[in-house]
């Protein structure tokens, strides 16, 4: 008697592992290609706001607050907030063009439809536009890091290792943003995004204050936050030091990077399914 072939459920297949091949450089690179026509704007956008913020609230705000306590040491309020800026800058830079942009190209300009008329699969498309959003991210927070070390905010050879995490942390929160442009229909879905998520992480991961600050429920929130998590990693080197629970740190934002790209690719085979 023959087997009877096992056929995936239509929730099995949509969570089927990546098809990923090298298909996904020729659509990183068309992305590319078109931002070269608009980076200047395009910079001025992601740098000048956490620049702006960077100046007003670590020079203004700290000229009032002076040092801050951390792990019981006190540090400049101004290299206490440039530290958790850049993660914050990071996570915005990656959010956006995950978002807007790339809800842009898959249902306003239909260039996601044009690409897999070539024999590239959906699947390399949403890696692509994954890895570009975290490497617009990473192109932002690199410049910054760059003007941090012109204003002499820090001057710790750690930091070179803070480079890949910022680059992490591009991929994390562009894996996770992808999970709500594969929901949207519109551009106003993304406010929920904004406002129930983006905004609530600034305040709670410790990048305007310490985290020792919070209630009990809100600060065992906090702990499980991504941006929490590239904070409590990039912080410490900042000040010279290597990250307390570092191992910890790390493995969450894999975590969150890893299954907020699979939800993401899941949900936008369904939307292209349907």
């Not at 949509?14 to 078109?34: E, S």
């Not at 306590?69 to 830079?93: E, K, R």
């Not at 003007?147 to 480079?163: D, E, F, K, N, T």
Request: with cysteine.
């Amino acid at each position: 008697m023959s087997a009877v072939p096992h056929t995936p459920t239509r929730g099995q297949a949509l969570f089927r592992p990546p098809q990923i091949g090298l298909r996904w450089l020729p659509v990183f690179r068309r992305n590319l290609l078109v931002w070269r026509k608009l980076a200047i704007p395009s910079l001025v956008g992601n740098i000048a706001e956490p620049l702006i913020t960077l100046v007003a609230f670590g020079y203004g705000l700290g000229a009032l607050v002076g040092q801050v306590q951390l792990n019981g040491t006190a540090i400049p309020y101004i290299l206490f907030l440039a530290s958790g800026s850049v993660c914050m800058s990071a996570m915005n830079a990656a959010s956006f063009e995950a978002l807007y942009s790339a809800f842009s190209r898959m249902q306003v300009q239909r260039t996601w439809d044009g690409i897999m008329n070539a024999p590239v699969r959906l699947d390399d498309v949403v890696f692509a536009e994954m890895l570009w959003a975290a490497f617009k991210s990473l192109f932002t927070t690199t410049i910054i890091l760059v003007v941090m070390l012109a204003l002499g905010i820090s001057h710790s050879p750690l930091l070179l290792l803070a480079w890949p995490l910022l680059g992490l942390v591009g991929i994390t929160f562009s894996s996770i943003a992808l999970i709500f442009n594969a929901l949207a229909r519109s551009y106003d879905f993304f406010t929920y995004y904004f406002t129930l998520f983006l905004t609530p992480t600034m305040f709670l991961s410790g990048v305007f204050f310490p985290r020792d600050q919070l209630p009990g429920v809100m600060r065992v929130i906090s702990d499980w936050l991504p941006l929490t998590a590239a904070v409590e990693l990039v912080r410490p080197l900042f000040l010279g030091q290597w990250p307390a629970q570092g191992l910890r740190h790390l493995a969450l934002l894999v975590f969150y990077a890893v299954a907020g790209f699979w939800v993401a690719l899941a949900l936008t085979r369904k939307r292209f399914r349907n």
